[in-house]
């Protein structure tokens, strides 16, 4: 049974850095994509940023792009989000995900199988 477990979460200044972790144990696969989502109260679930741990492709939303970096550890196991320059537009509850393999569309939650229970992320402008 795959587990994530996210760490890092919590208040920061707009314009500041925060970095969010995420453990994954008991995947069989030798590759696998590992993604970050959040949901700010009353909206959908959305995808932040995706990493297949096979060959570190990336992958960003919109939003993110160019302030958040998705990065994995050597061991693979432990992803991490590196928040820059945030905004009051990135309060949310994040959450980490993972699929075991190649998913064509890294960003689109229904494509994911296993989730963490999120960290809250506050942005204070």
């Known amino acids: 049974q795959v587990q994530l477990v996210e760490s890092g979460g919590g208040s920061v200044q707009a314009g500041g850095s925060l970095r969010l972790s995420c453990a994954a144990s008991?995947?069989?696969?030798?590759?696998?994509?590992m993604g970050w989502f959040r949901q700010a109260p009353g909206k959908e679930r959305g995808g932040v940023a995706a990493i297949y741990t096979g060959a570190r492709f990336t992958h960003y939303a919109d939003s993110v792009k160019g302030r958040f970096t998705i990065s994995q550890a050597s061991a693979k196991n432990t992803v991490y989000l590196q928040m820059n320059s945030p905004n009051g537009g990135d309060t949310a509850m994040y959450y980490c995900?993972?699929?075991?393999?190649?998913?064509?569309?890294?960003?689109?939650?229904?494509?994911?199988?296993?989730w963490g229970q999120g960290t809250q992320v506050t942005v204070s402008v």
């Open positions: 008991g995947y069989t696969h030798p590759s696998i994509y």
């Open positions: 995900a993972a699929v075991g393999g190649f998913v064509l569309r890294p960003l689109v939650r229904e494509a994911y199988g296993y």
